[in-house]
């Protein structure tokens, strides 16, 4: 892609669907989902460019407005039509910005607890972008604890182990803890607000959908994001944080099954 290079799986057979994940996770946070969506639909993950296993090119950072680019790019070269798209995080204001601004059709929107209707950084957010020269240089150890409980907040139910390794592991060493600040830095509600101005010209069928339990962004701002699409649906998954697919992966599955029909 015009960003860099991008790591990317297919699953299953049926109407495509193709998932975005947001910050700070990537693909992985899908994979209690993709089975039972991949049953009806050809389903769609990828890392956005700077996370998991993709690469940015140099020079290149990844802001939203890179990664909404980069989505139309991959629904044009996987030659999708109109797919149906779900964002979670900032993969929401990547999704309405590839829809809204970048032209990218689709028969359908899901938004999971998402970056979509500014302001939505939290306080270490903002702490870590008025001082992102203090977390490139902290010790790596204390980095890593940092980010290691943030990380574990984004969830209901406790964290295992296993699970926060899979999650840090792109964050480690010094070149994943710029990698991090990298993507704190580059994210801003600026790429979001073209795409905000357009939300009552949204036609397409849209799920709002949110962890009951998120810490992150609360339920609040999911109804309002509801209330600024025309039509939207709003529901809400129970026993979830922010990282809803990845607290209760089945109730999200059967939530957009639902939805896409």
């Known amino acids: 892609v015009s960003g860099g290079e991008v790591a ?11 998932l975005v994940h947001g910050a700070p996770s990537w693909s992985y946070l899908w994979r209690g989902v993709v089975p039972s969506l991949a049953r009806n639909h050809t389903v769609y993950v990828w890392d956005l460019p700077g996370f998991g296993d993709s690469r940015l090119a140099p020079g290149v950072w990844p802001s939203i407005e890179l990664q909404a680019r980069t ?35 689709t028969r359908g929107l ?9 302001p939505w950084n939290t306080p270490f957010t903002e702490h870590q972008q008025r001082y992102p020269q203090a977390y490139r240089t902290m010790p790596e150890d204390v980095f890593t604890d940092v980010i290691d409980k943030r990380l574990r907040s984004a969830c209901h139910r406790r964290m295992s182990d296993e699970v926060a390794e899979a999650y840090l592991s792109q964050w480690s060493g010094q070149a994943g803890q710029n990698r991090w600040i990298d ?24 799920l709002v959908l949110w962890g009951e339990q998120d810490q992150w962004l609360s339920t ?14 709003r529901a809400n998954i129970t026993a979830a944080g922010h990282f809803v697919a990845e607290d209760n992966p089945n109730d999200t599955a059967d939530a957009l099954l639902q939805f896409f029909g």
């Open 8 to 18: 990317a799986d297919v699953f299953g057979d049926g109407p495509p669907v193709v």
């Open 71 to 105: 989505l139309a790019e991959l629904v044009d070269h996987w030659g999708l039509g109109e797919p149906g798209l779900v964002g979670h995080d900032i993969g929401g204001g990547i999704v309405m910005r590839a829809h809204l601004i970048e032209q990218v059709p």
């Open 110 to 118: 899901a938004l999971l607890d998402a970056a979509v209707l500014g």
């Open 183 to 206: 993507q704190v830095v580059s994210v801003s509600f600026d790429d979001t607000r073209e795409a905000v101005a357009k939300l009552d010209q949204v036609t397409a069928p849209t």
């Open 220 to 233: 609040t701002t999911g109804d309002r994001l509801a209330a600024a699409i025309p039509g939207a649906q």
